[in-house]
Every structure is written in C-alpha cells, then in structure tokens.
C-alpha cells in the first residue's frame, strides 16, 4: 500500500526519517515548515527523490496552509511540537500551541476525508506525576496532571494528546486515530539542528556536564520511532491505539559508560563520577533551565513497548546502538570537536 501522506514539521528529527522511509516505500509526502525558506535547505539533507515530496509553510498557531497542504493525502503523521531546552515561565506557552495545533490539524484532516491519522505524542503524556513508587509503565497509563510538579512539557504534551483524543472521539467520524509516544530520541542525525536528546550526548562528549546527575531516560533510536509511525500509518486495522516507543531506561551515568567503553580517547572529556543531587540543586538556582532536571532526580520511568512490538510487528535497536551513533555523527559532523 501506498499513497499519499502529509507529515508535519518536515524539519524535525523524527519527521525527517518518517519522511525518507516512506518515500522509500513509493509514497509521496507532503511536509509542512514554518517558513519556505527551508525547503532548499532540508531538501538536501533529506536526499530524497524530489519529485515525491512537495513543502508547505504552515505552523502550529494559524490556519493558513494547512489546507493545501493536506489536500490530495489518505494520511497524515502530526509530528510537530514544541520541545524547548529552557522551561517557560507560563506552561500555557507550550500547552497552547500543542493542543491547537494538533486540534487544527484533525480538523482539516476531517475536512479532507483523511483515513488515517498518527499522533507523535511522548512519554511524557505517559509517565509523570505518579511520584517514584512507581519504574514500568504502558500504553494505558497517563501522566497525573492534578500533580502540580508536573513540568510544562510533560503537560502540554499531556493535554495535546488527551484533546486530540476526546475531538475524535466526539467529531473526527471515520478518522482512524493512533498515538505513538516515544521516550528520549537519539541515533544518527540528518542535518545540524540538534533535538533536546541530542544534546545531552553533546554536552556530555564536549565535557559540559562534570559530573552525572541522577537523572535517566527511556532510549530509543530516531529510526525506530519513524518505523514506528511507518507501521501505526499502514498497518491494517489501527484505531483508538497507543503505542509505548522505549527501550530500557538509562542513567547519565550509563550513557557516560557507553560513551567512553566504546570511543576511547574520542570520550576523554565525558565525566564518569556521579554528581551529588545537592549539587544539582544549587546550580538550578543560578540556571533555571536545570530546573525540570532536578525534578527528575532519582526517577525511573521506565516504557513497556510490548504492545507495539505484538500489535506492529516492531523491533528496537540497542541502545547501545542508538547513544553510539549520535555521538559518531556528531563527531563526523564537527559540531563536537574531540
């Protein structure tokens, strides 16, 4: 089967393999960017047959292009949404444009007769304020949003995904409605714009980060999340389903070992002592973009993606696989210097 898809945010990281593997598989894409400035831009990096993918502007706050931009697609992967390193002073900034923009884009896929729609949702709509009792979750839990520790990225993607839902239950007819929530995303990159994942083994590599917090994530490789969203688009008979995309969770600390067992000399400013969490905490003082990491201390939100595995037929790569080719390609790159 294939046909024609729009996947927004084309310049994002996962949006950027989905892209590749469904052109690959002879669909052709539609792709939304902010601005068509880009196009030029992400086209190279994509190296796609170009007569298969066509860019739209169109963002998450205004309606303008989105309807041409849907128009002529059976399906659509909504994978834009804001992810920001620095927390916001008013969680309103990332919870308002995540449900309007999601809720804008199922109402022009209803509008266009849509078949199938997958959400890029996250762990983190799965996974918070349930407090530490707590290490495995699945694709039938959701993060607590009466807790009000709950960081503004886990509530805006929280609430994205708990509206897109409700509006299909209520008004998106014969729509066919997946989720796919990923953990932390990393593997190889396609361009020089780094995601927020992407950064911690950047900051690691360049010796940013002197000593390990005790903080983790779920790890899974960018190109089994887009195989992930290649299978919730064309499997037969998704509807109303959710899927777990993690593998085993990590410390920094078990990042840092793989990192340095494995690039030798190329891992010489990576930090191998953990850091004291008081430490931590003092330095959120003067930076708050520490903030959201100090409360992840000592929190194990491991994700069960056996579901997806039964119901997809998906396999993982190693994390192993997944923290090593990051930091190759961010070495190959330059844009660390070892």
Not at 91 to 101: H, K, Q, T, W, Y
Not at 235 to 245: H, M
Not at 259 to 284: C, F, I, N, S
Request: aromatic share 8%; charged share 25%.
């Amino acid at each position: 089967m294939a046909g024609t898809a729009l996947v927004t945010g084309g310049s994002g990281y996962i949006a950027g393999f989905l892209i590749r593997q469904l052109i690959d598989n002879g669909w052709h894409v539609h792709t939304t960017v902010r601005s068509l400035k880009r196009e030029p831009e992400v086209r190279g990096w994509l190296g796609v047959d170009d007569s298969k993918l066509r860019f739209f502007a169109a963002d998450l706050e205004h309606d303008a292009g989105w309807a041409e931009a849907i128009a002529g697609c059976t399906h659509v992967a909504h994978v834009a949404s804001p992810f920001p390193l620095a927390v916001p002073k008013h969680a309103d900034e990332l919870v308002i444009p995540a449900r309007e923009g999601v809720l804008r884009a199922l109402r022009f896929a209803r509008a266009a007769d849509i078949k199938r729609f997958v959400l890029t949702s996250s762990m983190a709509a799965i996974a918070y304020g349930h407090g530490k009792g707590r290490e495995l979750y699945n694709e039938t839990d959701w993060t607590n949003l009466d807790n009000p520790d709950v960081m503004p990225y886990p509530r805006s993607k929280t609430v994205a995904e708990r509206a897109a839902r409700d509006w299909v239950a209520a008004e998106g007819g014969d729509i066919e409605f997946a989720s796919v929530n990923p953990a932390a995303v990393f593997g190889p990159l396609l361009s020089d714009d780094l995601s927020t994942s992407i950064e911690v083994v950047k900051q690691l590599l360049e010796g940013k980060v002197p000593l390990c917090p005790d903080v983790g994530f779920g790890i899974i490789d960018v190109r089994d999340v887009a195989d992930m969203h290649y299978r919730a688009l064309t499997v037969e008979g998704i509807r109303d389903e959710r899927f777990v995309c993690s593998g085993p969770f990590l410390k920094f600390i078990d990042v840092a070992h793989i990192l340095t067992a494995h690039l030798g000399e190329q891992a010489r400013k990576v930090p191998t002592r953990r850091m004291p969490d008081w430490l931590l905490k003092a330095l959120a003082i003067f930076r708050p973009e520490l903030k959201q990491v100090v409360a992840e201390l000592g929190n194990v939100r491991g994700g069960d993606s056996s579901h997806a595995m039964q119901r997809l037929g998906w396999t993982m790569r190693s994390p192993e696989e997944a923290i090593l080719a990051t930091a190759h390609s961010l070495i190959e790159r330059g844009i660390v210097k070892v």
